[in-house]
Antibody
Framework: QMQLQESGPGLVKPSQTLSLTCTVS??????????WTWIRQHPGKGLEWIGY???????YYNPSLKSRLTLSVDTSKNQFSLRLSSVTAADTAVYYC?????????????WGQGTLVTVSS | EIVMTQSPVTLSVSPGERATLSCRAS??????LAWYQQKPGQAPRVLIY???ARATGIPARFSGSGSGTQFTLTISSLQSEDFAVYYC??????????FGGGTKVEIK
């Protein structure tokens, strides 16, 4: 059974870069069958799709974050990562990594447990 | 961007009763719609995909219907474990993939 686990700093200073990694177990990120995604949830709010990466490094970004966002993949470690630059308090959220069901059916399962990132000085 | 609107924001239901949740898309999403359940402190889990297909392991009391711009999630007889927040998500036209704002199902 595939599992995903987010990791990274829980506190980031304003104007700095938020960096998170998702480690995939129970399956290979290089299988080619899936997109790998990041989703965030502001405290007490709804869900926001951040972007997708494919094992080849191809990416799809939410236009609202595109100018600050970089997704990358490390197939040797079975990990994919998120970097969000120039963060503000508005980027405080729980960040989830997830896998989409198939590349042609873009709903999400499974999800990581999520990690809270707070932007504060 | 396709905007997803869920109603009501909060639904108060007694255990054993039926709950009907709505999701409306700002333009047609065909049947490319999923429903998720989220409990406090947990990640969302998928209940329904392709508007009406139940995900693996999801009880039969959960059902989805609709196509185009109007969708419904029905919980036929609410159990204690069903009190949670429910989100719809479209995957017809992206980027971006978009979610509704959620419906909280609470105990009446």
């Amino acid at each position: 059974q595939m599992q995903l686990q987010e990791s990274g700093p829980g506190l980031v200073k304003p104007s700095q870069t938020l960096s998170l990694t998702c480690t995939v177990s129970g399956g290979s990120i290089s299988s080619g069958d899936y997109y790998w995604t990041w989703i965030r949830q502001h405290p007490g709010k709804g869900l926001e799709w951040i972007g997708y990466i494919y094992y080849t490094g191809s990416t799809y970004y939410n236009p609202s974050l595109k100018s600050r966002l970089t997704l990358s993949v490390d197939t040797s470690k079975n990990q994919f990562s998120l970097r969000l630059s120039s963060v503000t308090a508005a980027d405080t959220a729980v960040y989830y990594c997830a896998r989409d069901a198939t590349r042609s059916s873009n709903w999400f399962d499974p999800w990581g447990q999520g990690t809270l990132v707070t932007v504060s000085s | 961007e396709i905007v997803m609107t869920q109603s009501p924001v909060t639904l108060s239901v007694s255990p054993g009763e039926r709950a009907t949740l709505s999701c409306r898309a700002s333009q047609s999403v065909s049947n490319n719609l999923a429903w998720y359940q989220q409990k406090p402190g947990q990640a969302p889990r998928v209940l329904i995909y392709d508007a009406s297909a139940r995900a693996t392991g999801i009880p039969a009391r959960f059902s989805g219907s609709g196509s185009g711009t109007q969708f419904t999630l029905t919980i036929s007889s609410l159990q204690s474990e069903d009190f949670a927040v429910y989100y719809c998500q479209q995957y017809y036209n992206w980027p971006p993939l978009t979610f509704g704002g959620g419906t909280k199902v609470e105990i009446k």
